[in-house]
């Protein structure tokens, strides 16, 4: 099956702990991207990359980090830096930047992450 | 920076009624506009995405529209059923030169009534 996998689909953090959401996606997809969602609100982005070994901050990535090492996997890493990182995290690819105005994102299924 | 506002918030109907969700942008600068859905706890599913050259698109009961230069596109559902219950989301490309971001509205959550 093609698609766009996340694990753990529930996490929970202590406070001032570090934890890494995973996202893997076989859509052979150059560009992929992490939003956070809070309760009645739309996405945010908080990183993206449009090719391996490259990506950029988007709009909250503070307390945050990512990699991309290789193109099929992006992991968001919540570091204690992020003050209030409760929410539901969701990750998507999309062809790239070569099909822009017809370029769709595909989403994972997403991580709802707990902070106790 | 980019704004999407979608009106209304929340939305109920009767099952088999015609509706129309809303959505508009600040910046007409846009490579696409892109409606989804969302189920409760679930990631997000494309429904419907309209380039910038196009006017509209549909498939089966759902219908888009774009009016670009006045920062507008509406999501027309016809005969709505109980299983087109979901937060509708509207999401814009824009054209910036470095990478393509979606810029999202808040959604409107829909309930369709048996």
């Known amino acids: 099956d093609g698609g766009i996998t996340q694990s753990p689909k529930y996490l929970f953090r202590k406070e001032g702990q570090n934890v890494t959401l995973s996202c893997e996606q076989n859509?052979?997809?150059?560009?992929m991207y992490w939003y956070r969602q809070d309760p009645g609100q739309g996405l945010r982005l908080i990183y993206y990359?449009?090719?391996?070994?490259?990506?950029q901050k988007g709009d909250i990535a503070e307390g945050y980090s990512v990699s991309r090492e290789k193109k099929e996997s992006f992991p968001l890493t919540v570091t204690s830096a992020q003050k209030n990182p409760t929410a539901f995290y969701l990750c998507a690819s999309s062809i790239g930047l070569g099909e822009r105005r017809r370029d769709t994102q595909y989403f994972g299924p997403g991580t709802r992450l707990t902070v106790l | 920076k980019q704004e999407v506002t979608q009106i209304p918030a929340a939305l109920s109907v009767p099952e088999g009624e015609n509706l129309v969700l809303n959505c508009s942008f600040t910046d007409s600068a846009i490579y696409n506009l892109q409606w989804f859905r969302q189920d409760p706890g679930k990631g997000l599913t494309s429904l419907l995405l309209i380039q910038s050259s196009q006017r509209e698109q549909t498939s089966g009961r759902l219908n888009a529209s774009l009016d670009k230069s006045s920062g507008r596109s509406t999501l027309y559902i016809a005969a709505s059923q109980p299983g087109d219950s979901a937060t509708y989301l509207c999401a814009v490309r824009g054209a910036e030169t470095s990478g393509s971001r979606l810029t999202f509205g808040e959604g409107t959550q829909l309930t369709v009534n048996p």
């Open positions: 990359s449009q090719i391996v070994n490259d990506f």
């Open positions: 859509l052979n997809h150059d560009a």
